[in-house]
T-cell receptor, first 114, second 118 residues
Framework: GENVEQHPSTLSVQEGDSAVIKCTYS??????FPWYKQELGKRPQLIID?????GEKKDQRIAVTLNKTAKHFSLHITETQPEDSAVYFC?????????????FGKGTKLSVKP | GAVVSQHPSWVICKSGTSVKIECRSLDFQATTMFWYRQFPKQSLMLMAT?????????EQGVEKDKFLINHASLTLSTLTVTSAHPEDSSFYIC??????????????FGNGTRLTVT
């Protein structure tokens, strides 16, 4: 089955710096890759997603890149702010179909120091 | 935007009792809902896929007789933890995919339920 690896598990950056979180997946049939942000005690919130027909997607300070050949995708946050501090999860769609059955990475705890 | 409501947000129960958690899609129809479990400082682990009008599909290692899932309508799925034990204490969270969109539509999560079994 699908397996998603996420690195690093923790990341500490200074406010204003960039943060990069990387994920790899094992199932070449996966074609949907969302990123979720989870603040302490709250539900995961979708922050950006990318489909396999696109190599890069950007939304203000957040961008995601996808390399299908290497089966890895990354989240890039520029000009980080303290409110970006949270746990970030990457995910891959296991069946690659309409079910949206996601397999999650283990998460990255991002700390942005003011 | 799409809203998923989960109830209760937290529950404390005694060992051996059963607990029912509800997941509702408030402004859209969800043919498919997903149930996840999240232990402290860990990722979300998919427990089962709930399909309206049919039996749920359970992930390997998840006991279907212990975690009963019912998806009787397009807006409601329930998870019942039967004969709960302290090791079942966890954060349970549901999510739903909007019916009718192109494949791999984003998931929308409920607020989660913190279950504590004493």
């Amino acid at each position: 089955g699908e397996n998603v690896e996420q690195h690093p598990s923790t990341l500490s950056v200074q406010e204003g710096d960039s943060a990069v979180i990387k994920c790899t997946y094992s199932d070449s049939a996966s074609n949907y890759f969302p990123w979720y942000k989870q603040e302490l005690g709250k539900r995961p919130q979708l922050i950006i997603d990318i489909r396999s027909n696109v190599g890069e997607k950007k939304d203000q300070r957040i961008a995601v890149t996808l390399n299908k050949t290497a089966k890895h995708f990354s989240l890039h946050i520029t000009e980080t702010q303290p409110e970006d501090s949270a746990v970030y999860f990457c995910a891959a769609s296991y069946y690659g179909g309409s079910q949206g059955n996601l397999i999650f990475g283990k998460g990255t705890k991002l700390s942005v120091k003011p | 935007g799409a809203v998923v409501s989960q109830h209760p947000s937290w529950v404390i129960c005694k060992s051996g009792t059963s607990v029912k958690i509800e997941c509702r899609s408030l402004d859209f129809q969800a043919t498919t809902m997903f149930w996840y479990r999240q232990f402290p400082k860990q990722s979300l682990m998919l427990m089962a896929t709930s399909n309206e009008g049919s039996k749920a599909t359970y992930e390997q290692g998840v006991e279907k007789d212990k975690f009963l899932i019912n998806h009787a309508s397009l807006t409601l799925s329930t998870l019942t933890v039967t004969s709960a034990h302290p090791e079942d204490s966890s954060f349970y969270i549901c999510s739903a995919s909007i019916r009718g969109l192109s494949y791999n539509s984003p998931l929308h999560f409920g607020n989660g339920t913190r279950l504590t079994v004493t």
